[in-house]
């Protein structure tokens, strides 16, 4: 499915329909819903009034669009529970001036590819691997 990133859904409930619909194998989607209930989201979001961060740096893309959508979904709830909008919202995904690793990143290609993100998200300037929007916007945008 991720090879062709740009037509996958942005919402979780979505992407399970999708996987149901499109894979041979029902024992995916339960992996799936079980993955979803780990707490990875927690230890790679950081959220502050200055900064919300979201950091996916080494991740496959596959991992890193499911823990997107978890995001998303966070955010969404977040901003509608608390009063809190962030300065700044970033995503780190790689390849940037702090990344060891070598290569392309595929998170990052999506993201600066799909049609959606990147009217919300544009790449720092100061750092290649982070994609950065204001807290409004990204309101905006998920809600």
Wanted: glycine fraction near 4%; charge should be negative.
């Amino acid at each position: 499915m991720t090879k062709n990133a740009h037509s996958l859904p942005l919402s979780i409930e979505d992407f399970f329909r999708k996987v149901e619909e499109d894979c041979l194998c029902s024992d995916e989607v339960l992996l799936l819903q079980e993955l979803v209930k780990l707490p990875l989201l927690a230890d790679m979001l950081e959220w502050s009034e200055s900064e919300g961060k979201l950091d996916l740096h080494g991740l496959h893309l596959s991992s890193a669009y499911v823990i997107i959508l978890q995001w998303m979904e966070e955010l969404r709830l977040r901003f509608s529970m608390e009063n809190i909008v962030p300065v700044e919202v970033s995503i780190i995904c790689g390849s940037g001036k702090h990344s060891k690793s070598i290569g392309k990143s595929h998170v990052k290609s999506w993201f600066r590819d799909d049609d959606s993100v990147k009217e919300s998200l544009r790449i720092d300037r100061k750092n290649i691997g982070r994609f950065i929007a204001n807290g409004k916007r990204i309101k905006d945008w998920l809600c």
